[in-house]
């Protein structure tokens, strides 16, 4: 397994018992390989960290869209300042008609809706979780080292390809 050494995702098997992504330990029991063909989801969890530089922050909308199904989900405003530099903001909402099968790799983006003042959005790290209907947690994105702009106005543009987690990236050794 891979050990990042960025604290917001590091994932380190405690004791066999389980994994830590970021500061919240999913014991071995909570988390599940997806199905072949995928599962229902109830709830995603994102967070979203904001780099530490100047107009890093932003008020626009960011937006989860799967280019193969066509879904687009817009993140919920959380209470307090959204995506302020140097800070995470923890997105924990409901959906529904998504499964774990809309995440495939090379077709889910997070879009920057380039709306409001400050619309550039420097992203330092995304984590993406979902919550399924069977009470299990599936690890689906965990970039640490995004380190670039969202933007119209810089040569990466608006959309981040998310770097969907492969089957052995989410690995719970039980031996
Ligand atoms: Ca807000
Ligand atoms: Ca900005």
Redesign the pocket.
């Not at 400050?118 to 420097?122: E, L, N, V, Y």
């Given at each position: 397994m891979q050990a990042n050494r960025r604290e917001f995702f590091q994932k380190t098997l405690v004791g066999g018992t389980g994994l830590i992504v970021g500061t919240t330990l999913f014991s071995n029991q909570a988390i599940a390989q997806p199905p072949i063909g995928g599962t229902s989801l109830r709830q995603l969890w994102i967070v979203l960290r904001t780099e530490d530089r100047d107009?890093?922050?932003?008020n626009a909308n960011i937006f989860l869209e799967f280019l193969q199904s066509g879904k687009s989900i817009r993140l919920p405003d959380q209470p307090g300042n959204d995506l302020a530099a140097a800070t995470s903001t923890s997105y924990l909402f409901n959906v529904t008609n998504l499964s774990t099968a809309d995440f495939v790799r090379g077709s889910v983006l997070l879009r920057n809706d380039n709306t409001g003042d400050?619309?550039?959005?420097?992203c330092e790290s995304v984590l993406i979780v979902g919550i399924g209907e069977d009470g299990k947690y599936y690890l689906l994105v965990a970039m640490s080292n995004v380190d670039r702009w969202l933007s119209a106005s810089d040569p990466e543009g608006l959309a981040l390809l998310l770097d969907i987690l492969k089957p052995e990236e989410i690995g719970i050794r039980t031996s």
């Open positions: 107009g890093a922050g932003t400050g619309a550039p959005w420097r």
